[in-house]
């Protein structure tokens, strides 16, 4: 049983097939035997036996030795017999696979009982032989049957009249991340690909660091240690050249204990993953938390190699987490078996959050016109109230010469604990016409203001904001502003913070919602447009004709910008005859409100009573429009123009 806790505790992925055994496949030379499938397995654990490592083809000249080498796996149970061993038998053909015979050895070390996996050749003659090994996993004791015997790819060494150096070579590696915290050392191998193909150069190997990965200088085998040392290390492949420059390629392995380490500020999710290769989708991954406290917790059963943490706080610094994946797969003999494997324990560090976290928050309020509005209300007990306040925490409607304003708000840090925020500095805008009238109170304390006046607005600041000397990282403030502004003007602004470190180092600018401030004249504005019939002839005696605004747009524009909305009619006078010179023209004109047509004279008329409490609309928005009719008489040709009076008069309550 001991020797199966070993082999279970291998932490390194095989691939199931690498380059090298990749080209068996199209290999046209027959062999000794047929190669036998490659061993397939998950973090180093063989579910059947095979060669892990290929004999390669190779190139040489006369007299110069050449090294084949492979390696073995091996299936769970051949290992239980702890006194067996590989043995190797090398095979040779020299003439294209018809014949096979045995090989020696360039060292006599390989017979029918030999245990290395290397064969030494050193060719006497140019042409090009094939090679293949087998092997047999047994004890020489009577104690254990001799096993399946193994065919590997054939390999061919072809022999050249001459050295040939290579220009360059390009190394690749089976498996770029080895386990280093399980019982047995893991391993994987690289490979050499010379420039031109046919280099005869040998390839040796090196490590950057053996005390992480070491190397076998010849076979290219890597093998990592098992200490628990974490680390890259760096490996190159060096041909060995003749007469040229050697020349070199490497790769580059990563060993760990299968699972690395996060850090992370709180607030976000850590995301672990398993590291190396897996060529089959695992049973069950069982994801586990250990607390601070060693309570160990289950936080996820799945099929993936990737876990993502909830986000997280400052509790969850220093939390070991660690995987066990398991696979369940077939064996050679069509048996199911399951590997289990676990990671090491990865360490998740969250730091805080420094980042600042602002929030500005703003409301107006036009007081002059606010009061207003209740006393009026309160006066006429339930009757309609002219009064009308459309305001809103971020739009005073209808700002005028004399209204007493006011911005209010609060300025947070969430962060304040944390917050790498210093200071701060306030600022916002308003029309310069204000310059002089603005008051401004930080946490009920009135605060000297800083003014830039820039064309028409003026930009106000405050400084030295510390949210590390406040309660909650939090300051509330207030804007006041008595109106002198007698136009019509919309002006938009908002309340900002530009937020420094202790070094002075700008954070950012955070910005409040965008207020906006309708200021006015605090009267009806009114603006008529000229109407034209067109070109009349006498057919158009006796007949109605529509006027047309000329410029398309209504027959009276107006903006009602009373907040005091007492009834009002709007009324319409044609003050003159039509005339062209001092000749006057038969006609008549008449508004036509739709649904109902009034002549018009020279006395006002009223054509729409807007209520109290009621703004008053533009005409012609509804359909409104002049109609002119064309009497029966003598007429002269000409361009005949009329005068109308459009006047707004208040209506006496009742």
């Given at each position: ?326 696979v369940t797969m077939l064996d050679e003999q069509e048996k199911p078996q399951t590997q ?86 306030l600022t916002f805008e308003l029309p310069s016409s204000l310059s002089n009238q603005v ?216």
């Amino acid at each position: 049983m001991a020797a199966l806790l070993v082999v279970l505790a291998i932490g390194v992925l095989r691939r199931p097939r690498s380059r090298v055994q990749a080209e068996a496949a199209t290999t046209t030379v027959p062999g000794k035997g047929t190669p036998s499938a490659a061993p397939f397995g998950l973090f180093g654990f063989y579910l059947n036996t095979g060669f892990s490592l290929q004999p390669e083809d190779r190139y040489t000249y006369v007299n110069n030795a050449k090294l084949l080498t492979t390696d073995t796996a091996h299936s769970m149970w051949a290992i239980f017999n702890l006194t067996a061993k590989d043995h190797f038998q090398w095979y040779q053909s020299v003439d294209g696979g018809k014949n096979w015979t045995k090989a020696q050895d360039g060292n006599k070390a390989s017979d029918k009982y030999g245990t290395t996996p290397d064969l030494i050749v050193t060719p006497s003659q140019e042409g090009t032989v094939y090679y293949q090994a087998t092997f047999q996993y047994y004890t020489v004791l009577p104690i254990w049957p001799v096993t399946s015997t193994y065919f590997s790819r054939v390999a061919a060494v072809t022999t050249l009249p001459a050295p040939i150096d290579a220009s360059g070579i390009k190394v690749s590696i089976d498996d770029d991340y080895l386990y280093n915290n399980q019982d047995a050392a893991a391993s994987t191998f690289v490979h050499g690909q010379p420039t031109p193909a046919n280099a005869t150069g040998n390839i040796t190997w090196t490590s950057s660091d053996p005390t992480i990965a070491a190397v076998d200088a010849k076979t290219g085998k890597v093998t990592a240690n098992k200490s628990g040392k974490d680390g890259q290390v760096t490996i190159t492949g060096t041909v060995q050249n003749d007469g040229l420059v050697d020349v070199s390629d490497s790769v580059t392995l990563t060993v760990g204990g299968g699972l690395a380490d996060q850090t992370v500020t709180e607030g976000q999710s850590a995301d672990f993953r398993v590291l190396g290769n897996i060529d089959q989708k695992p049973d069950n991954v069982a994801w586990h938390r250990v607390d601070a406290n060693g309570q160990n917790k289950v936080v996820a059963n799945t099929q993936s190699l990737n876990y993502q943490t909830p986000a997280t706080t400052l509790q969850d610094d220093g939390a070991l987490y660690y995987a066990e994946v398991t696979v369940t797969m077939l064996d050679e003999q069509e048996k199911p078996q399951t590997q289990t494997i676990k990671t090491r324990q990865a360490k998740l560090t969250v730091n805080p959050d420094t980042a600042p976290r602002v929030t500005i928050t703003s409301e107006m309020k036009n007081s002059t016109a606010s009061s207003e509005a209740a006393t009026t209300a309160q006066q006429l007990s339930g009757t309609v109230n002219p009064i009308r306040n459309d305001d809103t925490a971020h739009n005073l409607t209808n700002i005028v010469q004399g209204d007493e304003c006011q911005i209010t708000g609060t300025i947070t840090d969430a962060n304040w604990l944390n917050s790498t925020m210093a200071s701060g500095e306030l600022t916002f805008e308003l029309p310069s016409s204000l310059s002089n009238q603005v008051k401004f109170i930080l946490n009920n304390v009135p605060q000297a203001v800083a003014k830039q006046t820039v064309g028409s607005e003026t930009i106000f600041s405050v400084s030295g904001l510390d949210f590390s000397q406040v309660i909650f990282g939090s300051y509330d403030y207030e804007i006041d502003f008595t109106s002198p502004i007698t136009t019509n003007q919309l002006y938009t602004t908002g309340v900002r913070l530009r937020g420094s470190d202790k070094n002075n180092q700008l954070l950012g600018t955070y910005s409040g919602p965008s207020l906006r401030l309708n200021f006015t004249d605090g009267v009806i504005d009114a603006t008529a447009h000229p109407i034209t019939f067109g070109t009349l002839d006498k057919t158009s005696l006796g007949q109605t004709v529509a006027g047309q605004v000329v410029d398309g747009g209504n027959l009276l524009d107006v903006r009602d910008n009373r907040r005091r909305r007492d009834q009002v009619a709007v009324q319409l006078q044609q003050s003159t005859p039509f005339y062209s010179g001092d000749r006057p023209l038969a006609a008549d004109l008449f508004y036509d409100s739709g649904s109902l047509s009034y002549p018009l004279s020279n006395v006002a008329q009223t054509v729409i009573n807007a209520g109290a409490g009621i703004a008053v609309q533009s005409i012609g928005a509804k359909g409104e429009h002049l109609n002119l009719k064309l009497l029966y008489a003598a007429y002269q040709a000409g361009h005949y123009t009329s005068t109308l009076n459009w006047t707004f008069a208040a209506v006496p309550s009742v």
